[in-house]
Structures are given as structure tokens and as C-alpha cells.
């Protein structure tokens, strides 16, 4: 747990996902649904110029394995969230729950899905994933703390974008350096970085890779609701430490996260990031 932050570490590593969504939900937790449509919109992107299909998109921290549903189905974060907590899969074994998630996400299959490649430390949230088919790999492995093993770098090393959502806060840059240094081309890196935290450790690893970073300053994007004033407190000081203002955004009772990417110098000079997500 970051210094300051309420700890969820129970919810994350779940046979299934119902419990994450039953304590995340009063707290309106909604990064996923802010990156719907900015992965939907990287993804087209980079799909126009790969040179293999499908698409490999690597999702850091990947969790039960919600952004590729966001990504690859027509189902919303909202829908999830009623999904998850409705009284009708409460009954459901987890078996029951992951034989009735394959079906649910199958007739909601979007067409010219990308691959999606998962990596997270909790092993039985993204062992659930494989299980659904959310995930077409899944990796249960630290990379803050060991090498990835042979088979995750032949599985990620065709990835044309990394994505992350929730994990910046307790990844350094290790991590990225792991991922993006055997890759067949570079790989854009989006990430969405609580105000909290500096993302420059990883910005710069990142430099050294031949990628160029770019904040996306058009907005922030709510995270959660604080837990409490305590919480509250210690984000609205850290925010102002970063060099940040947080009137009107952690002062409203949010955390608030900024859009990171990191791409080639040429693909943002070909295509500005203002322009890439002008209608997002």
C-alpha cells in the first residue's frame, strides 16, 4: 500500500471478480471506463499500421482482466458493476460464474479483437481471466522483483501498445524497461498515473528506449472517490507537493489521474496526442 492510501490488497487476488466490484462500486471507481475509449482509439491506430493481425496489446496489472473486456466487448464499466453485484450471480460458484462469463462475453464479442496479453501478481485474478477468455495469455508474474520468464517476452515481444490503469502507483521503472527492450518495434505505453504519484522515473526509462513521452493536459480523469478525509488529506498534499493544483478536482473529493503516452518522436509529430483524442 502506497503511504496514505486505503489498502484493497484483499479484493485484488479473488477466485472472481465479484468482490472487487462490490467494494469498489459505493467508492465509483471508473479508470477503465475513462480508458475505454482511449485504448479503443490507440488500438485502431496502431492496428492501421501493423504489419501482423491480430493486434497485441500487453495490459499491465491487468486484474481480472477488465480492461480487455472494456476493450474487446460491447459492455460498458457501469454494466459490469450491475453485473458483478446482481443477486442473481451472487448464488453462482466461481466454476458456475466463469461458465456463465463465457458466454456473456462471447455474444458480445467485438469484431477484429485484439490480442491481449495480461500481467499481474495476483495469480488467481488473472488465472480467472484466461479461464473467461478475456485474456488469450496471462502472466502471474513480478517484474519488480524478478526477470520475466522466457515465455512472457515471446509472448509480449510482438505488443504494439502497453497499457496500464491502475498499477503506476507501485510500479517503477523496471517494469516497463523489462517489457519494451525486447519487442520486435517500439510499442506505445499509455498510461493512466494518479496526480499522487511522478511518472517521471518511468518517462525517462522509457526515453531511453527511443520513446517519447507526452501528457495529455486537455483533462484529468476521476479515479475514485476518497475513503475518507484522512485519505482526502494526504492526496491533496501530495498533489501539491507534485506541483500540481488540485482545487476543483482532489479538493472535490476525487483522485484524479492524468493520461500519460509514450510513443516514437516521429508518431507524435505525425499524429499529436490533442489530435489523436480530440473527440475522447
Known amino acids: 500500500m502506497t503511504s496514505g492510501m486505503t489498502s484493497f490488497d484483499k479484493i485484488y ?13 459505493p467508492l465509483e471507481y471508473q479508470t477503465p471506463h475513462h480508458a475505454q475509449a482511449v485504448f479503443r482509439r490507440m488500438a485502431e ?13 500487453v495490459d499491465i496489472c491487468c486484474s481480472y482482466g477488465i480492461n480487455a473486456a472494456l476493450l474487446n466487448h460491447d459492455v460498458t464499466l457501469g454494466e459490469l458493476y450491475t453485473r458483478y453485484t446482481s443477486p442473481q450471480l451472487a448464488p453462482l460458484t466461481t466454476a458456475e460464474l466463469i461458465e456463465d462469463d463465457r458466454a456473456y462475453f462471447a455474444a458480445r464479442r467485438r469484431p477484429a479483437a485484439a490480442r491481449v496479453v495480461g500481467i499481474d501478481v495476483a495469480s488467481q485474478a488473472v488465472s480467472y481471466a484466461r479461464a473467461v477468455g478475456l485474456l488469450d495469455e496471462g502472466f502471474a508474474e513480478n517484474l519488480e522483483t524478478a526477470e520475466p520468464s522466457p515465455e512472457l517476452l515471446r509472448q509480449t515481444r510482438r505488443a504494439r501498445l502497453i497499457t496500464i490503469t491502475g498499477g503506476t502507483t ?35 526509462a522509457l526515453a531511453a528506449h527511443g520513446l517519447h513521452t507526452e501528457k495529455y493536459t486537455a483533462r484529468t480523469f476521476p479515479q475514485r472517490h476518497f475513503s475518507g478525509p484522512e485519505e482526502q488529506g ?30 516514437p518522436a516521429q508518431d507524435a509529430v505525425s499524429r499529436p496526442l490533442t489530435e489523436l483524442l480530440a473527440d475522447i
Open 13 to 25: 487476488d479473488q477466485p472472481d471478480p465479484r468482490a472487487y466490484f462490490t467494494v469498489l462500486g
Open 45 to 57: 491506430t496502431r492496428r492501421a499500421t501493423a504489419a501482423t493481425e491480430p493486434l497485441t496489446i
Open 170 to 204: 507501485f510500479l517503477s521503472a523496471r517494469t516497463l524497461k523489462a517489457l519494451t527492450a525486447d519487442t520486435d518495434e517500439p510499442a506505445w505505453v499509455a498510461s493512466f498515473v494518479l496526480r499522487t504519484a511522478s511518472y517521471a522515473p518511468i518517462s525517462d
Open 234 to 263: 494526504y492526496a491533496i498534499e501530495a498533489v501539491e507537493a507534485a506541483g500540481e493544483d488540485p482545487r476543483g478536482k482532489e479538493t472535490e473529493g476525487y483522485f484524479h489521474t492524468t493520461l500519460y503516452v509514450s510513443r
